[in-house]
Antibody
């Protein structure tokens, strides 16, 4: 079964840091671009970041550029999201997502994790 | 950035109704468009990719159409399990991918 399981969410103070992890199973992790998408409480979906299949290329939404870093360890089938200088507006459920097409950065998102909640508050 | 605008924001319908949701892009995205369904407290689920291709396992009552800047998601006969929020998403440009604001389908 194809599965993505996020961990690492929690309560953090403004200006603080957090690292999210996403463990993948059931597919060849190293062949697919991976993404983070977030959803603030009661709001819609917001694309946050992409890492291509081999980790060489990364992309970020302007709202997180310079503060959040996406990377992956293909030997461990794990995606990461290093979050720093966190703000109240970063409060959201963060979803780890798999791209549908092998080796392509541009594809629909076919598998989603269950999400992990990040709350930024003093 | 490419803006995606969905209409309506909320839709009230009955079981068995034919339902259509529209998504407009601020510039042409060819057919690089996906539709997702999300139920409360759950992760989104891919329904349609490349504007009109049905994802494996998705019921055939769901269909997508359009290209360029205007797209539609149609549910041919609304079922109780279909009451949810639907999002369109463009993936035409590398950065950033963008979602519509969502359409909530409610029970009439």
């Amino acid at each position: 079964e194809v599965q993505l399981v996020e961990s690492g969410g929690g309560l953090v103070q403004p200006g603080g840091s957090l690292r999210l992890s996403c463990s993948a199973s059931g597919f060849t992790f190293s062949s697919y671009a991976m993404y983070w998408v977030r959803q603030a409480p009661g709001k819609g979906l917001e694309y946050v970041s992409t890492v291509n299949y081999n980790g060489i290329s990364t992309y970020y939404a302007d709202s997180v550029k310079g503060r959040l870093t996406i990377f992956r360890d293909n030997s461990r089938n794990t995606l990461y999201f290093q979050m720093s200088s966190l703000r109240a507006e970063d409060t959201a459920v963060y979803y780890c997502v798999k791209g549908r097409l092998r080796f392509m950065d541009r594809s629909a998102f076919d598998i989603w994790g269950q999400g992990t909640m990040v709350t930024v508050s003093s | 950035d490419i803006q995606m605008t969905q209409s309506p924001s909320t839709l009230s319908a009955s079981v068995g109704d034919r339902v259509t949701i529209t998504c407009r892009a601020s510039e042409s995205i060819s057919n690089w468009l996906a539709w997702y369904q999300q139920k409360p407290g759950k992760a989104p689920k891919l329904l349609i990719y490349q504007a009109s291709s049905l994802e494996s396992g998705v019921p055939s009552r769901f269909s997508g159409s359009g290209s360029g800047t205007e797209f539609t998601l149609t549910i041919s006969s609304l079922q109780p399990d279909d009451f949810a929020t639907y999002y369109c998403q463009q993936y035409n440009t590398y950065s950033p991918w963008t979602f519509g604001q969502g359409t909530k389908v409610e029970i009439k």
